[in-house]
């Protein structure tokens, strides 16, 4: 079980002494509390009372989400481990994440989350708590570890974003800051992001656009309220899967020639790389006729721009770029 409190090293003879002394003294008013000392935090995340005493020393992330929100409030020096990262956190965070270490390249187990006594777990997706996973919320809670998802992406009814939006993106900043003691941190972000995003110009001519996720057989594609969704929008692109009310859905070959999108968007990840997905546009039959796909008007996001975090603004701004060369 982790030690949630650490034993203090031994006070000086004579500062016991007085303490024994004035404990002994009818009316002697309590000791104020430091200036410095953090408030307790309480937040309502996906469902689940999350309640910090105090600032957390021992952070496990789980996701490149949460690790590189993490890092960019300054929290890096108190992150034990990461896990389930989904590439190399960007160059500007490199050196604050070269010395955590890797804790499992995929949803760590309850035992390894145990083992390391974080007294925070930080997860970006709801799912990587169960008990095939890092264990349930409600037990790692009972044995003194707290659990947090990124609100973002929280899937509990009445939880979910719908639709999610970069004030939502921001909002989740600003929560992790206080969470993690980080909250000058995290209003700094929240301004630099926010001034980042109005700087762009989306593009104007109107075009049509696939977010092609991953899938072979069956693709998976962006829908009308999640991170997807919201990044094309910011770039001026008309997602042909809008109205679909989900995050992100499987789609057919079919239904994606139907819809003839201008321009498909493809996201890169060590697992299935655009490279490959361009290969299967198109050898497949059925999307190689496309002219989006016989002009090669695609864009390219890295995957852990795609989910919501620090990277959606650059995503934006990337596509917006893509574009103009087109």
Sequence with gaps: ??????????????????????????????????????????????????????????????????????????????????????????????????????????????????????????????????????????????????????????????????????????????????????????????????TELAAITPDDRGLTALWYSSGTDQPFVGAGIGAPEMIMSAAGLENVFADVHDTWTSSSWELIAEADPDVIVLVDAAWNTAASKIALLTSNPVTAQLDAVRSERFVIVDFPATEAGIRNVDAVRAIVAQLGEQ
């Design 1 to 194: 079980m982790p030690a949630t409190a650490r034993a203090l090293g031994a006070a000086p003879v004579l500062a016991l002494l007085l303490a024994a002394g004035l404990s002994g003294c009818a009316g002697a008013p309590a000791a104020p509390a430091a200036a410095g000392d953090p408030k307790p935090v309480v937040v309502d995340n996906c469902g689940t009372e999350v309640s910090l005493d105090s600032t957390p020393q021992r952070i496990l992330t789980v996701k490149s989400s949460t690790l590189e929100l993490a890092l960019a409030l300054g929290a890096g020096d108190r992150i034990i481990g990461s896990a389930f990262s989904d590439g190399p956190v960007p160059d500007d965070l490199a050196a604050s994440a070269e010395d955590i270490p890797v804790v499992s390249d995929k949803v760590p187990s309850k035992e390894a989350v145990l083992e390391l006594e974080p007294d925070l777990v930080f997860a970006g997706w709801e799912s990587n708590f169960s008990v095939d996973g890092a264990g349930e919320r409600a037990d790692l809670h009972k044995l003194g570890i707290t659990t947090y998802v990124a609100p973002a992406a929280c899937k509990a009814a009445g939880y979910m974003p719908d639709p999610l939006t970069f004030d939502t993106v921001f909002d989740g900043f600003a929560e992790a800051g206080e969470l993690l003691g980080e909250e000058e941190a995290a209003a700094s972000l929240i301004a630099q992001q926010r």
